[in-house]
């Protein structure tokens, strides 16, 4: 989807709902806009498709046993003895020798299951293979040209067919990749600035809120300290004090969980787009790089924008939460007028009974 995280279609079919012509992630809620309504018109992983298919295939090697793998290339039944990482097939011996003697498979990576059980292409992820993405529209064809005009990868036949000359401006996928891996690598540092970014405003909301709970704290101290020297007729007071500082309470801690679950939110996505750089980086070809750059682009210009920050506190008036004081509300006052009223009284019987005592 538009913010970069990915599922698979029957999870998104369950969790969609049709006529809303829109897909909200069920990680961060994004939305994302859904052509004709329709699931299947999301653009497709190729980058994971093939990591998946790659790692299930091992781990059926390691956790089943190899004499139970049969040959994929051939009907012959045979039980297979290696794995072509091209063709995404378990091969028995004879297959393997025609992957070695065809030159239509010449460049094939053929890996055994001894290789493949010790764990040699998960310690060098620069000896794995992969597969290059084919065409939607072209059966087969490679993508290994990319219009600049359309901004997407193409085949050989997309150049005659779909985006011809002068009209579109067709460039070598691999130079394009090249180009476009070295701005992803930009964007991995304007990730990571604004990742510490926000990771100093969720510690600034977190201790915005321990300060509202030390002033609550104070505040219920100070009733409490009050409502000792009244009388039992301002009991009924003193409970209601009480409930308006815990209201102001619930309410600035609803605000303050808010802005820091927005900011843990960003945060997230912030995390998730450059976890998928720096997969894509290490492992996409340049066609998987060529066809998520845009989306990548977009997504890091909408995280990294200022209006991400529109939220924050301002540093230098004190923020929303600090600036509540329960000290201005009606019963509080009252309060503290009932009981100066007392210490008036008290001084004036204390005058009085200096007077007498005069006399």
């Known amino acids: 989807v538009e913010c970069l995280h990915s599922f698979c279609e029957e999870c998104l079919q369950a969790y969609h709902k049709t006529g809303s012509g829109k897909l909200s992630c069920p990680t961060c809620r994004r939305d994302t806009a859904l052509p004709n309504d329709n699931i299947r018109e999301l653009r497709t992983s190729f980058f994971l ?11 059926k090697v390691v956790n089943k046993s190899a004499e139970k793998i049969l040959c994929d290339s051939c009907s012959s039944g045979a039980r297979a003895k290696s794995r ?8 028995c011996q004879q297959c393997v020798q025609i992957h070695k003697d065809l030159k239509a498979f010449r460049g094939h990576v053929v890996a055994s299951f001894a290789d493949l059980q010790s764990g040699k292409f998960d310690l060098n992820p620069e000896e794995f293979p992969r597969n290059e993405p ?3 529209k072209h059966t087969g064809e490679k993508m290994r040209f990319y219009c600049t005009t359309c901004e997407e990868a193409i085949c050989h036949n997309c150049t005659v067919l779909d985006h011809q000359k002068p009209e579109h401006e067709i460039r070598d996928i691999h130079s394009v990749a090249d180009e476009q891996r070295e701005t992803m690598k930009d964007f991995q540092t304007t990730i990571e600035k604004k990742i510490a970014e926000l990771e100093k405003i969720s510690k600034s909301l977190e201790s915005d809120l321990k300060h509202l709970v030390k002033k609550r ?3 219920r101290q100070e009733i409490k ?4 020297s009244l009388t039992s007729a301002i009991e009924k007071l003193r409970k209601q004090c009480e409930e308006e500082i815990q209201k102001q309470y619930v309410l600035n801690e609803k605000t303050s969980v808010a802005k820091r679950h927005e900011v843990e939110l960003a945060k997230g996505r912030l995390e998730s787009t450059r976890e998928f750089v ?6 996409g070809s340049d ?3 060529s066809a998520t750059f845009r989306q990548v682009e977009d997504s890091v210009e909408e995280l990294t924008s200022t209006s991400l920050l529109s939220f924050l506190v301002d540093q230098d008036e004190g923020s929303t939460l600090a600036r509540t004081d329960s000290g201005n509300s009606t ?3 009252l309060l503290n007028e009932i009981e100066g009223l007392i210490l008036e009284e008290q001084r004036a019987k204390q005058t009085q009974a200096w007077g007498e005592n005069v006399e």
């Open 217 to 219: 704290d104070i505040r």
């Open 225 to 228: 300290q009050k409502v000792a």
């Open 331 to 333: 019963a509080f006052q």
């Open 287 to 289: 066609a998987e790089i």
């Open 49 to 59: 498709i093939d990591l998946v298919d790659t790692i299930g295939a091992r781990k």
């Open 134 to 136: 084919t065409c939607d």
């Open 84 to 91: 072509c990482f091209n063709c995404n097939d378990f091969l």
């Open 278 to 283: 720096k997969n894509i980086l290490s492992h």
